[in-house]
């Protein structure tokens, strides 16, 4: 059957690139099953990059001590050996079960699979933006308005304004307004920080350099929330904030930068059929899948009898999901359990030399 221009076809597709949905490809890569990946961050990492980038990690086997950081960065050298493709920044919008059995998934990019098997591992949902609920702002999103940034020079020689109150927000105000003082093709016109209050959740040296900068008069802070837009030429020219003591006043822009973090939403996952027990999806415990033959879940997204949400259980549930997998992805083969460390087949997928260790 001639599939329509575009699809990807592919055994298996991992939703969501946190460490179980990394293991994921891993367990999957050493069924000799190449992945492809989508994630709605821009960068693999999920809750570890997102929530406790730079924070200890203690209880990951054989690994005393990691960052959130360390422990993706080691993950992703451990698929290395396996192609994995990412599709980032996009969130699957659709799924849907063929009449041949594999599953025809669409992201919001319009990027579109065939796949025979679909793992999630999207932790506690996909992570997407903490925006300001102010009408009229959604238009002039990915022009004037960013939640994330992608370079520095998006903001040279404009005045910005800057949402926000944790490490990213006040970096960038102080990255955008360091350039004030070293010539930096890039600096700002005026930077402003707005947050309803001045305190700030920023590591305790970041927020020092903040403060110091502001009494310099080289960054400037309001206090308060915003409650309208203002435009003309339908361009977004200032951005109306009411401050602690009630008074509405307005801020001009060029660019606004609402950094306030991200927050885990389930999304379209609960249009797909699957049976779910307090936004989790119901599996079993052999193979960890889900009421629908083929769709696996595992880590966070998933609950059955003595779940315990740790990255370590997650990991195991990778590993019986990648086995529970096979016989829909090659049922004319039968899976053995072979072992790293004496298996020549398993050496050759991970780019071991097999004599060298003999």
């Given at each position: 059957m001639a599939l329509p221009a575009g699809i990807i076809e592919t055994?298996?597709?991992?939703?969501?690139?946190?460490?179980?949905?990394?293991?994921?490809?891993?367990?999957?890569?050493?069924?000799?099953?190449?992945?492809?990946?989508?994630?709605?961050l821009p960068a693999p990492g999920g809750q570890c990059i997102e929530l406790y980038a730079d924070k200890p990690i203690y209880d990951i086997p054989a690994i005393p001590v990691c960052t959130g950081r360390e422990l993706v960065a080691k993950l992703m050298a451990q698929i290395a050996p396996f192609g994995a493709s990412f599709h980032l920044g996009q969130i699957v919008t659709t799924l849907q079960k063929q009449d041949d059995g594999r599953f025809l998934v669409e992201t919001s990019k319009s990027t579109r699979f065939l796949s025979k098997t679909v793992f999630i591992a999207a932790g506690v949902g996909a992570f997407q933006p903490r925006?300001?609920?102010?009408?009229?702002?959604?238009?002039?999103?990915?022009?004037?308005?960013?939640?994330?940034?992608?370079?520095?020079?998006?903001?040279?020689?404009?005045?910005?304004v800057i949402?926000?109150?944790?490490?990213?927000?006040?970096?960038?105000?102080?990255?955008?307004?360091?350039?004030?003082?070293?010539?930096?093709?890039?600096?700002?016109?005026?930077?402003?920080?707005?947050?309803?209050?001045?305190?700030?959740s920023a590591a305790p040296q970041t927020v020092e350099r903040f403060r110091t900068l502001v009494q310099q008069g080289h960054i400037h802070f309001a206090p308060g929330q915003a409650v309208g837009i203002e435009t003309v030429n339908e361009r977004l020219t200032g951005i109306q904030i009411v401050d602690p003591e009630g008074q509405t006043r307005s801020l001009p822009l060029e660019m606004l930068l609402v950094l306030q973090g991200l927050s885990p939403k389930l999304g379209p996952v609960a249009q797909w059929g699957l049976d779910m027990e307090r936004k989790q999806l119901q599996v079993d415990t052999e193979a960890f899948s889900?009421?629908?033959?083929?769709?696996?879940?595992?880590?966070?997204?998933?609950?059955?009898p003595g779940k315990k949400k740790l990255i370590l259980c997650?990991?195991?549930?990778?590993?019986?999901?990648?086995?529970?997998?096979?016989?829909?992805?090659?049922?004319?083969?039968?899976?053995?359990?072979?072992?790293?460390?004496t298996s020549p087949k398993l050496h050759k997928l991970l780019g071991v030399d097999s004599q060298k260790l003999a």
């Open positions: 055994d298996a597709l991992v939703i969501g690139a946190g460490p179980v949905g990394l293991f994921q490809v891993f367990q999957l890569g050493l069924q000799d099953v190449k992945t492809h990946v989508v994630d709605a925006t300001l609920h102010v009408d009229g702002l959604a238009t002039f999103e990915g022009t004037q308005l960013l939640h994330n940034v992608p370079d520095a020079a998006v903001c040279a020689n404009r005045n910005v949402f926000g109150d944790g490490d990213e927000a006040l970096e960038w105000a102080l990255k955008l307004c360091a350039a004030h003082t070293d010539g930096h093709p890039h600096k700002a016109k005026r930077v402003t920080l707005v947050h309803r209050r001045d305190a700030f889900t009421s629908v033959p083929g769709i696996f879940a595992v880590g966070d997204i998933n609950t059955y997650g990991f195991h549930e990778a590993t019986l999901a990648a086995f529970g997998a096979m016989p829909i992805i090659t049922p004319e083969k039968k899976v053995l359990l072979q072992y790293t460390t």
